[in-house]
């Protein structure tokens, strides 16, 4: 298996706080993306990066945000977090950007925002 | 990237084939195919891919029509821990992209 770890696997936090996800990888690889999966939407993405301080907007994007400091740290945070993103969260590295490379999922984050 | 449609569920006898179909009648010629599924709750797992020839790897085959409109995933002896979601994916074949997934097909491999 690839080595991505999500962090943490768990978490409830109130509305309007904070919280910052993060995504660790051991492959080097250059491309990471984080998704949201919510039931009746499938997998949707929220922002990625292709490379350390290189990040692009994904389809999803508004009310989150990312930083990519390092080649193995890919971090999701929500500012102020709201009900509506309740979610789980997937963390997703690929060594190529390019149509021949898979991606490689983590195993999810699940949030609740109260 | 290019929309895909696929039925939202079918089922399968446990040791037959499973072949789940794709549509993606606006693929670009630099678009791949990509397979993948979900089990559960756990993150997706990739497959096989193709552009244009048909594929086989120790999961499955991937059978690509001539004129690359559509697709079949084919399970060569389904088994119940093959029950998931599954994802069919185009994808661009240059510069940064990323996975646009849609619903899927849920499999159920009945005993």
């Known amino acids: 298996d690839a080595g991505i770890t999500q962090s943490p696997r768990h978490k409830v936090t109130e509305t309007g706080t904070p919280v910052t996800l993060r995504c660790h990888q051991t492959e080097n690889h250059r491309y990471m993306y984080w998704y949201r999966q919510d039931p009746g939407h499938g997998l949707r993405l929220i922002h990625y990066s292709y490379g350390v301080k290189d990040t692009d907007k994904g389809e999803v994007s508004d009310g989150y945000s990312v930083s990519r400091s390092k080649t193995e740290d890919f971090l999701l945070t929500l500012e102020s977090a709201t009900s509506s993103q309740t979610s789980v969260y997937f963390c997703?590295?690929?060594?190529?950007?390019?149509?021949?490379?898979?991606?490689?999922f983590g195993q999810g984050t699940r949030l609740t925002v109260v | 990237d290019a929309k895909t449609t696929q039925p939202p569920s079918m089922d399968c006898a446990e040791g037959r084939a499973a072949n789940l179909p794709c549509n993606h009648s606006?693929?670009?010629?630099?678009?791949?195919v990509y397979w993948y599924r979900q089990i559960h709750s756990q993150g997706p797992q990739y497959i096989i891919h193709?552009?244009?020839n048909n594929e086989t790897n120790e999961m499955a085959s991937l059978i690509i029509t001539e004129d690359r409109k559509s697709s079949t995933l084919i399970l060569p002896h389904a088994t119940l821990r093959d029950t998931a979601v599954y994802y069919c994916?185009?994808?661009?074949?240059?510069?940064?992209?990323?996975?646009?997934f849609g619903t899927g097909t849920r499999l159920t491999v009945i005993p």
């Open positions: 997703a590295i690929s060594e190529s950007g390019t149509g021949r490379g898979e991606a490689f």
């Open positions: 994916i185009v994808r661009v074949g240059t510069g940064a992209n990323n996975l646009f």
């Open positions: 606006t693929i670009s010629g630099n678009e791949y």
């Open positions: 193709g552009l244009k």
